[in-house]
């Protein structure tokens, strides 16, 4: 199993920035992709964004790209979502996620992820 915790989400006008954050505890391993999606009333669940654990491979919706970059600590433990230039479409509630069959690949799929975080609002205001 593997506990995901996200923090850092909030109220912010458009053009600002937020960095979110992942911490995971549990069992994680090399093979582990790890992914953020958002999730906005209405709509289904969509990729933003994920690294895998080693190589440090990155990937990102086309609609963040440019804006919002993936990282991770050292330990692997920890992963980062910092978002800039802020959009009120990009208001949701951001998941981090865990794919641990990822062995150095990212999957754009929600069900190619197993475990989710509970979710942190970000909030764009025009």
């Known amino acids: 199993q593997v506990q995901l915790v996200e923090s850092g989400g909030g109220l912010v006008q458009a053009g600002g920035s937020l960095r979110l954050s992942c911490a995971a505890s549990?069992?994680?391993?090399?093979?582990?992709?790890m992914g953020w999606f958002r999730q906005s009333p209405g709509k289904e669940r969509e990729f933003v964004a994920a690294?895998?654990?080693?190589?440090?491979?990155?990937y990102y919706a086309d609609s963040v790209k440019g804006r919002f970059a993936i990282s991770r600590d050292n330990a692997g433990n920890t992963v980062y979502l910092q978002m800039n230039s802020l959009k009120p479409e990009d208001t949701a509630v951001y998941y981090c996620?865990?794919?641990?069959?990822?062995?150095?690949?990212?999957?754009?799929?929600?069900?190619?992820?197993?475990?989710w975080g509970q979710g942190t609002q970000v909030t764009v205001s025009s």
């Open positions: 996620a865990v794919d641990p069959d990822g062995w150095g690949t990212i999957s754009v799929r929600a069900r190619a992820y197993d475990y």
């Open positions: 690294i895998t654990w080693t190589g440090g491979k990155t």
């Open positions: 549990g069992r994680t391993r090399s093979s582990d992709t």
